[in-house]
C-alpha cells in the first residue's frame, strides 16, 4: 500500500486524511504539536502521528525517502523547503498554495528529476481553476467566446450564524485573512488595466446578489491578469476576481487599517492596554472614542466605530500577547471575538459569472458553488480545501494523472476526473444560462 506523509496538522488537515484513510493508504500526519496530529489519525490503523518540526533537516530527508508522495499543508513559507527535498528523493508533491516566486524556480528541477508538484488544489486556489477551465472549454467547443469572466469566493459564518457586527469568524488564520486586505489589487476590466493600490482596496467594494442568499459584499482580490492566459482567456475584455463578505466589512476593516492597526512591524508590549495603543496611533486626548471618530472623519455613532469599539480596541485592558506586530494584537481580538462556538456551521461560497458570445446570440453563465460546514464535522473551509487536494493524491497515486514539474489543475486530463470525483463529496456547482 502507498504511504503518505503529510505535514501539519491543521484545520483542513482533517477531512484531507480521512478521505485518504478511507481509500486505504498509509498516512503518517507529522506536526510540532503532536497531540494535532494524533486527532488527525485517531482510530486508524494505518495512521501515524509523529511530532516535527520542519527546521530538522535531518528528519524531513528521513521522512521524504520513507513515503510515497508528500503533502505540504505547512504554511506556505515553508513549501520551498519540502519541494526541495522532493526533488532530491524523486517524490511527488501536493499543495493547496498559490505558486509562489520560489515554487516556480524549482519547476525545472522537478522536471529533470521527473517529479510531479501540483500546487494550489484547495477551493480558491484550486476548484476555481478546476470549474473555470471547465465552462471555457465547453463554450469553446460550441464555438462561443468568452468576453467576459468574473470570479468571486468567500469563506462565512452561514446566515443563521452570523451574529456579530462584523458578519465573519475565524474558520483560517485570521492573520492571513488581515494581510490579504493589504494586498494590492489588478484586473481587466472593458479592456483597460484597473489598479487599486493596497491601502485603497476597502474603498473599492459592492453589493453582490447570489441566489438565495442575503446580500453579500465584493471587492477585488490580489491580481487577476494572469488568469487571462491560465484560463485560456484569449478574447475576454473583462478579467476579474473577488473576495465575498457580508455588507460592512470592507469599511470597517478601511477604519482599522487607516488606524494602523494592521502594521506588522514587531515590537514588546508589556502592560499597555488595548485603549493605550489606539490612543498612542491617533494621538488622542481624554476622549477616545470622538477623536477615533474625528480620525477617521466619521460620526461617533457610525456602525465601523461601534464595530472597533465591539473589537475591544478601545478597552481599558490589557493586551494579552507579549511580542509582535499590532496586527497579531488584532488577530488576538479576533480569535477570541470571532470563534465559532459549538453547533455552528460555516458557508463557502464560490461563484462565477462568464458573458459569452456565439455566432448567433450572446449568453450569461453562472456558476455556482455553495457548501454548507457540518456543526459536528468538518466546517465547509476544511472540506473543500483539503479534499481536493486527497484526490489529488489518490489520482497521482493510481496513476490516474501524472505531469512532471509544477502544475496547477488547469488542463482537462487533472480537472475533469477530480470534479466527478468531488460531486460524489457533495462538492456540486449548480449553473444557470440565459440569453443576454
Known amino acids: ?18 478521505y485518504l484513510l478511507d481509500k486505504g493508504f498509509e498516512v503518517t500526519v ?10 488527525k489519525v485517531e ?30 499543508l505547512l504554511p506556505y513559507a515553508y513549501h520551498r523547503t519540502v519541494a526541495d527535498k522532493c526533488i532530491e528523493h524523486e517524490k511527488n508533491m501536493v499543495t493547496t498554495s498559490y505558486v509562489s516566486d520560489e515554487i516556480a524556480d524549482v519547476d525545472q528541477r522537478a522536471q529533470e528529476a521527473g517529479i510531479f508538484i501540483m500546487m494550489e488544489f484547495g477551493l480558491d486556489p484550486g476548484i476555481d481553476h478546476m470549474s473555470a477551465r471547465k465552462i471555457i472549454k465547453e463554450v469553446n467547443e460550441k464555438g462561443g467566446k468568452v468576453t467576459s469572466f468574473k470570479s468571486y469566493c468567500g469563506a462565512l459564518p452561514a446566515p443563521e450564524d452570523s451574529d ?3 458578519g465573519y469568524k475565524v474558520s483560517w488564520s485570521p492573520k492571513g485573512v488581515l494581510l490579504a486586505g493589504k494586498n494590492a489589487a489588478k484586473y481587466l476590466e472593458d479592456g483597460e488595466i484597473v489598479n487599486i493600490p493596497g491601502e485603497e482596496l476597502f474603498e473599492h467594494h459592492w453589493i453582490m446578489d447570489i441566489g438565495d442568499l442575503p446580500d453579500l459584499e465584493a471587492y477585488p482580490n490580489r491580481n487577476a491578469l494572469p488568469y487571462k492566459e491560465k484560463y485560456q482567456l484569449e478574447n475576454a475584455e473583462t478579467v476579474f476576481r473577488g ?3 457580508y455588507p460592512g466589512w470592507s469599511e470597517t476593516l478601511k477604519g482599522i487599517t487607516e488606524l494602523g492597526w494592521l502594521s506588522e512591524e514587531e515590537r514588546e508590549f508589556g502592560d499597555i492596554t488595548y485603549r493605550d495603543l489606539t490612543k498612542e496611533l491617533i494621538d488622542s486626548g481624554k476622549e477616545l472614542k470622538e477623536d477615533v471618530a474625528e480620525y477617521l472623519n466619521l460620526p461617533k455613532d457610525s456602525s465601523v466605530i461601534e464595530n472597533i469599539e465591539w473589537l475591544g480596541l478601545l478597552d481599558d485592558e490589557e493586551v494579552t500577547i507579549d511580542k509582535g506586530g499590532l496586527i497579531d494584537v488584532v488577530v488576538e481580538r479576533m480569535n477570541e471575538k470571532m470563534s465559532y462556538q459549538e453547533g455552528e456551521r460555516d458557508i463557502v461560497i464560490l ?17 455556482t458553488l455553495i457548501v454548507y460546514g457540518d456543526p459536528e464535522g468538518p466546517s465547509a ?3 473543500t480545501v483539503g479534499v481536493p487536494a486527497a484526490i489529488a ?10 505531469g512532471e514539474g509544477v502544475h496547477i489543475p488547469v488542463k482537462e486530463e487533472i480537472y475533469d476526473p477530480i470534479l466527478h470525483d468531488l460531486e460524489d463529496e457533495g462538492i456540486v456547482f449548480e449553473e444557470e444560462y440565459r440569453e443576454i
Do not use: C, W, Y
Open 164 to 166: 456579530n457586527p462584523f
Open 381 to 383: 473551509v476544511a472540506k
Open 30 to 39: 507529522a506536526s510540532r504539536t503532536v497531540s494535532k496530529a494524533e486527532k
Open 243 to 245: 473576495t465575498l463578505r
Open 43 to 72: 482510530g486508524s490503523e494505518r495512521g501515524r502521528a509523529i511530532e516535527f518540526n520542519i527546521e530538522d533537516e535531518e528528519m524531513l530527508d528521513e521522512l521524504v525517502q520513507e513515503h510515497d508522495l508528500v503533502v505540504s
Open 351 to 367: 461563484h462565477h459569472i462568464f458573458e459569452v458570445s456565439f455566432p448567433e446570440k450572446r449568453e450569461e453563465i453562472t456558476s
Open 393 to 402: 493524491v489518490e489520482k497521482i497515486l493510481n496513476g490516474e494523472i501524472s
Open 1 to 18: 500500500m502507498k504511504e503518505i506523509l503529510v505535514l501539519g496538522a491543521g484545520h483542513v488537515v482533517g477531512p484531507h486524511v480521512s
